[in-house]
Every structure is written in C-alpha cells, then in structure tokens.
C-alpha cells in the first residue's frame, strides 16, 4: 500500500525559502507521477508541481513557475518541492500526492492523483 510522509513544512517570511519533502513507500513509484498540491483556506485544493519519476519531466503551474522546483531522490523514494521567493498568497496547506495511472503526462487535476500525503502548513508572513 503506498504511503506518502510529508515534512519540512513551517513559519517563515516574504522572500524567504522552504523545502518540503515527501518520503514515499508502498510502491514501484520510477513508474508513476508525483505532484504537490496546496489548498488555501476556503479555497480548493489547487495543483502546485509535478514529476514523472522515470524522465523527471516537470509541469509546474504559472503561479510558482520560476520560483519553485519538484525534483526525486530515486534512491531515497523522495520528492522534493524547494519553494524560493517565498509570497503570503503561497500561504497554504502542502500536500504531496502520487498518480498511479498516469503514462507519459503530469496531471493538474486532484482527482487523478491516488494517494495522499498528510499534508503540512507552510505560512509565508508579509
């Protein structure tokens, strides 16, 4: 059974940097698509940043492009999202997440994803 273990969350300021992490198990996962979500309150969950494991291709939404990175550890079953340039509107709940049908795209919709992440706040101060 996959499991998702998220860490790295936490409190910081405008323009500062953050790495989360999403330590997976449970799975084969060089062959599915990791992706990072984030769900502010009263708002939905909206998608962040996607890798397919196997190529490391990448798909990041417009609003963190350039400021964000996901990237994989193989040897670790980790992902990472490094978060530089830090806004209060990143302010958020974090969730990490893993699309176990996905072939060759990275989705950006929550529904494809399978399994979750706990999730972990990060809160970005003006």
């Known amino acids: 059974q996959v499991q998702l273990v998220e860490s790295g969350g936490g409190l910081v300021q405008a323009g500062d940097s953050l790495r989360l992490s999403c330590a997976a198990s449970?799975?084969?996962?060089?062959?599915?698509?990791m992706g990072w979500f984030r769900q502010a309150p009263g708002k939905e969950r909206e998608f962040v940043a996607g890798?397919?494991?196997?190529?490391?291709?990448?798909y990041y939404a417009d609003s963190v492009k350039g400021r964000f990175t996901i990237s994989r550890d193989s040897a670790k079953n980790t992902v990472y999202l490094q978060m530089n340039s830090l806004k209060p509107e990143d302010t958020a709940v974090y969730y990490c997440a893993v699309d176990l049908t996905a072939i060759f795209v990275v989705r950006n919709t929550s529904n494809a994803y399978d399994s979750w992440g706990q999730g972990g706040q990060v809160t970005v101060s003006s």
């Open positions: 890798i397919r494991w196997s190529s490391g291709l990448t």
């Open positions: 449970g799975g084969t996962f060089s062959r599915y698509v």
